[in-house]
């Protein structure tokens, strides 16, 4: 996420407007077309909420007067929202908001179930379809992961999916490590629903799950993908188990080298996995030769960053 608008917090004693409140953000992203960004400039803008229903359309920042008449119209319609029984929010507003949220492109609202991840961590991500090579990839990373991440070790992370986001969870909660799982959906309708039960075991354990997306909304492809800077944004390494290409985990590589994260790679050493198409993606990463920034959706500086990088992977695991 590069080449995001600069916006300004205030600090905690400079004074706030009346909508620059997490229930007052959470209520501008429940209306059509209001992300983080826009939400906060709004925000920003006005006082209090009757203030902005009131307000002229052409005042509306960052909106033409006639979506800015259906924004008002939808924000007349629009109630103060209730969190789901179990749900907190905390916005960059707020003295306790965690400092590992702090990036570009940052969300300026998070929901979240039992604990916030600490920040620090290891996220472990892959494919949703691991062979054994995978699996054996997630034990191995689990049984020196106090080795991989120098200083206090926090616990791991990962993204709740099939595959080995749930490998990751179960092994963090069999070996007593606290686990956290950022979704691409709301936290109160974590998915798939197959991995319900196992939210429920993370947050029992004391961790939890955590997403900018408000509470009800259903994941797809964009906010799986947004969900990735999360994970590394909250990590001090990223391990990648096993992924293929194309493949969704390597928009967390780009991430990691976006947020100049340690990406280490799992590498495969039999000549059956190395032929494997489920690797392709971890050869890639693991080239001398570097690869090209296509392979991780990468553009402008980003590109840049990665074509310099022979290989990508600051480091490789042995599988």
Not at 151 to 159: A, L, Y
Not at 163 to 173: C, E, K, M, P, S
Not at 289 to 299: I, K, M, R, T
């Amino acid at each position: 996420m590069t080449n995001q608008p600069t916006l300004h917090f205030p600090g905690r004693s400079e004074p706030r407007r009346g909508l620059e409140n997490t229930a007052s953000l959470h209520r501008l992203l429940l209306l059509p077309g209001i992300g983080h960004v826009a939400a906060v400039k709004i925000a920003a803008r006005y006082d209090t909420w009757e203030e902005f229903l009131a307000s002229d359309p052409g005042d509306v920042p960052d909106r033409s007067s006639m979506k800015a008449t259906q924004l008002l119209r939808a924000a007349a319609d629009t109630p103060e929202p209730v969190l789901p029984t179990g749900v907190r929010a905390i916005s960059r507003f707020d003295d306790d908001w965690p400092a590992w949220l702090d990036f570009p492109g940052a969300p300026v609202v998070v929901f979240y179930r039992g604990s916030l991840p600490p920040g620090g961590g290891i996220a472990i991500v892959g494919t949703r379809n691991p062979t054994g090579f995978g699996a054996r990839a997630v034990r191995a990373c689990t049984e020196t992961i106090v080795d991989l991440v120098p200083g206090t070790f926090t616990g791991v992370v990962s993204g709740l999916a099939r595959g080995v986001d749930t490998l990751a969870h179960n092994a963090a909660l069999a070996a007593g490590i606290p686990t956290w799982a950022i979704l691409g959906s709301g936290v109160d309708v974590p998915t798939p629903s197959v991995n319900i039960g196992l939210a429920e075991r993370i947050m029992e354990a004391g961790g939890g799950l955590l997403s900018e997306q408000v509470p009800g909304t259903e994941p797809n492809k964009g906010t799986l993908i947004a969900r990735n800077r999360l994970q590394v944004a909250s990590s001090s390494r990223v391990f990648i188990a096993e992924c293929g290409l194309p493949s969704g985990t390597l928009h967390t590589a780009r991430y990691a080298i976006e947020q100049s994260r340690k990406m280490i790679v799992a590498r495969p050493t039999s000549a059956r996995d190395n032929a494997s198409t489920t690797t392709e993606g971890n050869r890639r990463l693991l080239d001398p030769q570097g690869c090209d920034p296509s392979d991780l959706g990468a553009s402008g500086e980003t590109a840049e960053r990665i074509r310099s990088r022979r290989p990508v992977a600051d480091a490789s695991m042995p599988v």
